[in-house]
């Protein structure tokens, strides 16, 4: 059988940086940079910087 091909886009957690546990989860394309952008966490009101998580094996 031949090898399945990967998809071209994957689904990443965002963690916030305020470290209150609250996370978005977001699509982005496989050949992309890891994403990071400002966005609001209710948890804190507040805009805050959130991070893709790393991902593990």
Request: proline fraction near 5%.
């Amino acid at each position: 059988m031949a090898k399945k091909a990967k998809s071209r886009t994957i689904a990443v957690r965002l963690i916030s940086m305020a470290m209150t546990g609250f996370f978005r989860t977001e699509v982005r394309p496989r050949a992309s940079r890891p994403l990071s952008y400002r966005k609001y966490d209710p948890v804190v009101r507040k805009q805050v910087l959130f991070l893709e998580q790393k991902r593990g094996k």
